[in-house]
T-cell receptor, first 109, second 112 residues
């Protein structure tokens, strides 16, 4: 079983849609959960991070962690064409830093 | 220059060549990382340096050799690579012990 599972997509949505991106994980030692956004030909950039269970909101983005289900989500409201990118989840406990495979998102104008 | 820079951006090399990738960070961080990114695979952590000391080496073949001369610079020396080593090599930095990593744009490596 992979430590982190992420649907690779691609996911295509119309502009203005609510997007839900998800990851599941198996290691209960993970405590910090991150979402990175990677545009084509660029390195990943940190979008949001959360510690332990709960929700965190930043503008149009909401990160959600459910440690009991080992499930994390990133919601994008009012999606824009500029949100088209690959979104990678990541999680860590001490030095072990694990990434998902990334979900490719395309927001259609 | 700001953030994390990597050179070269693209590199094509034969299996018998020796080359080096360079990473420089301008963020005042003291931990640096090398990752390999291949299509449809998660980012693979290769090496971690914290305060210029290597703290992690994830069973990477010896044909990859990292060097961290100071907290701002990181190199990845390559020799006798294989075609399956073709990938995007990403450098990242962070404050030591932090989960926030800042990535460079990567070097697209093709081994022929």
């Amino acid at each position: 079983q992979k430590e982190v599972e992420q649907d690779p997509g691609p996911l295509s949505v119309p502009e203005g849609a609510i997007v839900s991106l998800n990851c599941t994980y198996s290691n209960s030692a993970f405590q910090y959960f991150m979402w990175y956004r990677q545009y084509s030909r660029k390195g990943p950039e940190l979008l949001m991070y959360t510690y332990s269970s709960g929700n965190k909101e930043d503008g149009r983005f909401t990160a959600q962690v459910d440690k009991s289900s080992k499930y994390i989500s990133l919601f994008i409201r009012d999606s824009q064409p500029s949100d088209s990118a690959t979104y990678l989840c990541a999680m860590t406990g001490t030095y072990k830093y694990i990434f998902g495979t990334g979900t490719r998102l395309k927001v259609l104008a | 220059e700001t953030g994390v820079t990597q050179t070269p951006r693209h590199l094509v090399m034969g299996m018998t060549n020796k080359k080096s990738l360079k990473c420089e960070q301008h963020l005042g961080h003291n931990a640096m990382y090398w990752y390999k990114q291949s299509a449809k695979k998660p980012l693979e952590l290769m090496f971690v340096y914290s305060l210029e000391e290597r703290v992690e080496n994830n069973s990477v073949p010896s044909r990859f050799s990292p060097e961290c001369p100071n907290s701002s610079h990181l190199f990845l020396h390559l020799h006798t690579l294989q075609p399956e080593d073709s990938a995007l090599y990403l450098c990242a930095s962070s404050p030591a012990g932090s989960y926030e990593q800042y990535f460079g744009p990567g070097t697209r490596l093709t081994v022929t």
